[in-house]
């Protein structure tokens, strides 16, 4: 935001939905090339959520849960809209026996419509358990991962903290955390390289990493680790910022047994 | 959807309760804004911010649009918001709510009051200034100061 602090009040106005008029159109052109300020925006609506929560009340009545759970079952998401209602042009001496079809036709549907609506009603619960589960290993991954997040390391007595890293490493689906802590800061046109090296011994590439300004680095789930392949050892080693980066060349850094 | 209604249903209602003071009124915004994230549920990005939290604020600006008995102004996955605290579990809502609630006690009187009317009241700049017979500029300062103390707070 800084040499934008013209547009901060205006920015906190739009962020509320009460902006106008020209000053809303100059804001909104400014904002189409300004990612400071889309920043700022993002975290003035953040701000309106804390007063949001401020609201606190009585719970919805039960019966909006059922209401809701009725809708979302008859109304899935890729409906379109109803087809036009045919006309029909039969002649008089065929209608009643058009009706008794469309009647059975009808019973069908219905039964047929009941059993979507359940199986829907069973995917939406599904959808919302994995949205929230989403959001729980986001959370975890955060807490490693994040810019922000504290990383402490506890030593033993006087040793000084040495470079030192964790990886976490799920074979069967190719998923791998690394998180380390300590690292010296690279040396210009060096790059942290992680390894994962297989029993055969030919060591895979798992990822290029910089620490931040306190040691800090983090790897997940880099591409190009074949699935279920097992794991002997982690390395971290110093390459050339440059590569090739698919073979170990640098120096050694760390390396642990799994 | 379940799962999601238990666990945000409180949210969104106290919200648009505390906007449109109808309980009818609240539960129509409530059945709204979870039917529009059931047909477009990418419209919340995970990564800037809690459910809860997006929830709150789609819910705030239906809840204005119904009370000032207008057109929704954005669509829902136009609504991107970057928010720190964790307000995905109830606990952490409520202890978020009784943090905001004694920084509104702590604001200057006509502060406080600038903010809930923008934002609970959805009025605009223009009509606050005219309701309280001070200049625009002021109002406007008052406001963003306001989101920005929130936040401030937050970071500590």
Known sequence: MSGHEQYAEDLALYALGSLQGEDRANLEKHLDSCSGCRQELEALRGDGALLAVSATGPK?????????????????????????????????????????????????????????????SSLGAVVGSQTIEMENARRVVDTLTAPDAQAVTLVAGKNPPQPQGKAFYLRNRSGLVFVANNLAPLPPDKIYELWLIPPDGKPIAAGLFKPDAKGNASVINPPGIPAGVEAKTFAVTLESATGPHDAPRGTGVMAGGA | MAALYDRYSSIVY???????????????????????????????DSNRGSLGAWLAVITRNRAIDALRKRRPENDIEDVVISVETDLASEADRSRAAEKVRGLLGSMPAAQRSALEMAYFEGLTHTEIAAKTGEPLGTIKTRIRAGLTTLRKAFQE
């Not at chain 1, 009725?70 to 087809?83: E, L, N, Q, T, Y």
């Not at chain 2, 505390?18 to 059945?31: K, S, W, Y």
């Not at chain 2, 979870?34 to 047909?39: A, E, V």
Request: proline content about 7%; glycine content about 4%.
């Open chain 1, 60 to 120: 919805p009545p039960q019966r909006s849960r059922q209401r809701l759970l009725d809708a979302v079952a008859s109304d899935p998401r890729d409906s379109s809209s109803p087809a036009p209602a045919r006309r029909f042009n039969v002649w008089a001496f065929f209608g009643w026996a058009a009706a008794v079809g469309m009647f059975l036709v009808v019973i069908q549907l219905r039964r047929q419509n009941v059993s979507l609506q359940e199986a829907v």
């Open chain 2, 14 to 44: 106290s919200v648009a309760l505390r906007v449109l003071g109808d309980t009818g009124a609240a539960e129509d915004i409530l059945q709204d804004v979870f039917m529009q994230l059931w047909r477009n549920p990418n419209a919340f």
